[in-house]
């Protein structure tokens, strides 16, 4: 079967930075994604890691840890428009489709 | 624009009844999904479409359906088999059903009245 953890609910001040963790566990790694969703919208892409180590693109990084089944998303610069949830997704080998984490509710504060 | 298109924004059904919802993508995208979304809980994968004409059971299939007949479209009839319909639920598209980039609609809230 498959699992994902991350944390339900984080708080960040405005301009600082933030990391949201996630773990998986699943048969045969084929890719883990991040997603960022504003309430009621839809989802939108942020970033793929299918080989171990940091992605990064402008403010958002994601690293990939395989070994470990370990994810983080690194938030810089926070901005009030990042207050929203962040998925976590991971593909399997075979699969024809992503399983998704719970997500994380970030709030941005001044 | 080139997106994904789902409609209505809100829909309301009546006990017994069937309601469908659309999905329409100008991508040119092959693969097409239907997850469900509660609070508190991941996107749950309903039903996906590898190519025209042909869908595949996801995960929480019971209680409803899909059809492929145009690569564009990839509506969900939500059945009267489906007992607790309330929810939020995506359409999305990728390139392939290989391709990892999902692009998802702007959903439709169900809710039971």
């Known amino acids: 079967g498959q699992n994902i953890d991350q944390p339900t609910e984080m708080t960040a001040t405005e301009g600082a930075i933030v990391q949201i963790n996630c773990t998986y566990q699943?048969?045969?790694?084929?890719?883990l994604f991040w997603y960022q969703q504003h309430a009621g919208e839809a989802p939108t892409f942020l970033s793929y890691?299918?080989?171990?180590g940091l992605e990064e693109k402008g403010r958002f990084s994601s690293f990939l840890s395989r070994s470990k089944g370990y994810s983080y998303l690194l938030l810089k610069e926070l901005q009030m428009k990042d207050s929203a949830s962040y998925l976590c997704?991971?593909?399997?080998?075979?699969?024809?489709?992503?399983?998704f984490g719970t997500g994380t509710r970030l709030t941005v504060i001044p | 624009d080139g997106g994904i298109t789902q409609s209505p924004k809100y829909l309301f059904r009546k006990e017994g009844q069937n309601v469908t919802l659309s999905c329409e993508q100008n991508?040119?995208?092959?693969?097409m999904y239907w997850y469900r979304q509660d609070p508190g809980q991941g996107l749950r994968l309903i039903y996906y479409?590898?190519?025209?004409?042909?869908?595949q059971k996801g995960d929480i299939a019971e209680g409803y359906s899909v059809s492929r007949e145009k690569k564009e479209s990839f509506p969900l009839t939500v059945t009267s088999a489906q007992k607790n319909p309330t929810a939020f639920y995506l359409c999305?598209?990728?390139?392939?059903?290989?391709?990892?980039?999902?692009?998802f609609g702007s959903g439709t809230q169900l809710s039971v009245l």
């Open positions: 479409s590898q190519i025209v004409n042909d869908f």
């Open positions: 991508l040119n995208h092959d693969a």
């Open positions: 999305a598209s990728s390139i392939s059903s290989r391709n990892e980039k999902l692009f």
């Open positions: 997704a991971v593909r399997s080998t075979g699969a024809n489709n992503l399983f």
């Open positions: 699943t048969s045969g790694f084929n890719g």
């Open positions: 890691n299918v080989l171990d």
